[in-house]
């Protein structure tokens, strides 16, 4: 069966440092890649979707950037955090066969002080 | 552009009484999905229903169901005899084709609060 991991689950970070989020997906291959970011009161933003390998969308331009370096990983990183950066991450595939069901990650709660 | 709208940000029921969100989307594409999503306390994202563009039956799961209208560009969601355990964030999704996959666009999400 597939799964779907997000690490690290919480995560506190001075404003101006560095972030790194990974999201790994098991038992399938080529999925849809997507990074979704849940601020406060503000629903659900799409951030970064991938098809394959090196291939990264931007949806929203700002101080995030994504990778994805292997088949099943995707990373979320930023070279120098915002406050507004905080809130809650969600990774998630599909199989981009047709718009099936979004699977989720457990989530990666970032603050920024 | 694809939007999806929830306009209602928190509604409060008391136990058993029915409850409808309700969701409006905005595409231009002739063929889209809609989904429902439901998000706990825990903050796992689980999903309820999907929907293609071209299936306008309404649908019916349990005390779940969902509205489908196309000429007015929405999907509601109904849930009868609510239950405490429904109190979670429901997150209504459309999906379009772009750049060579489906973009998932969700909407602000509207907080249940079912009351004892």
């Known amino acids: 069966s597939q799964t779907i991991h997000q690490w690290p689950a919480t995560l506190v970070q001075p404003v101006g440092s560095p972030l790194s989020l990974e999201c790994t997906v098991e038992?399938?291959?080529?999925?849809?890649l997507y990074w979704y970011r849940q601020a406060a009161g503000r629903g659900l933003q799409l951030l970064f979707y991938?098809?394959?390998?090196?291939?990264i969308s931007s949806e929203v331009p700002q101080n995030l950037s994504a990778s994805r370096p292997q088949d099943r990983q995707f990373i979320l990183s930023s070279k120098k955090l915002l406050l507004s950066d905080s809130g809650f991450y969600l990774c998630a595939w599909t199989t981009g066969v047709s718009a099936g069901e979004l699977f989720f990650g457990e989530g990666s709660r970032l603050t920024v002080l | 552009a694809q939007k999806v709208t929830q306009a209602q940000t928190e509604i409060s029921v008391v136990e058993k009484e029915d409850v409808t969100l309700d969701c409006v989307y905005e595409?231009?594409?002739?063929?889209?999905?809609l989904f429902w999503y439901k998000q706990p306390p825990s903050g796992e994202l689980v999903f309820l229903i999907r929907r293609n563009s071209f299936d306008e039956q309404n649908e019916i799961s349990g005390r779940y169901s969902w509205n489908f209208q196309k000429s007015t560009s929405s999907f509601n969601f109904t849930i009868t005899a609510s239950q405490v355990v429904d109190s979670a964030v429901y997150f209504c999704a459309l999906s379009e084709v772009g750049s060579g996959t489906y973009k998932y666009i969700f909407g602000t999400g509207t907080r249940l609060k079912v009351l004892a």
């Open positions: 038992g399938t291959s080529n999925p849809n």
């Open positions: 991938s098809v394959g390998i090196g291939q």
């Open positions: 595409t231009r594409d002739t063929t889209y999905y």
